[in-house]
């Protein structure tokens, strides 16, 4: 089994900082891309910043200069820095990670059960 925990979602005022956490457990042969994804009420999931094992990382154009995506291989842990929030940021925001159980596998996709971001005005 393979799980994804976030954390470090909450409230926070437009303009301020917060900081999610991705954990991925269980077994784990080696975790390709990892990324985080939003949700907000009535809109459909989009991908937010996603980062492979080798570093490289892609954004959404409308976080770009705010958020910066990260990981600790050693730790299987990707990390969400997010700067200057603004409103239209609130969702609950989900991990996801491509990862391979065996030398054998190519990998699955897999999600934790989201964190929720709220920023308020």
């Known amino acids: 089994q393979v799980q994804l925990v976030e954390s470090g979602g909450g409230l926070v005022q437009v303009g301020g900082s917060l900081r999610l956490s991705c954990v991925a457990s269980g077994s784990i042969f080696a975790i390709n891309a990892m990324g985080w994804f939003r949700q907000a009420p009535g809109k459909q999931r989009e991908l937010v910043a996603a980062i492979t094992n080798g570093g490289s990382t892609n954004y959404v154009d409308s976080v770009k200069g705010r958020f910066t995506i990260s990981r600790d291989n050693a730790k299987n842990t990707a990390y969400l820095q997010m700067n200057s929030l603004k409103p239209e940021d609130t969702a609950v925001y989900y991990c996801?990670?491509?990862?391979?159980?065996?030398?054998?596998?190519?990998?699955?996709?897999?999600w934790g059960k989201g964190t929720l971001v709220t920023v308020s005005s």
């Open positions: 996801n990670a491509h990862i391979s159980r065996s030398r054998y596998s190519d990998g699955i996709n897999y």
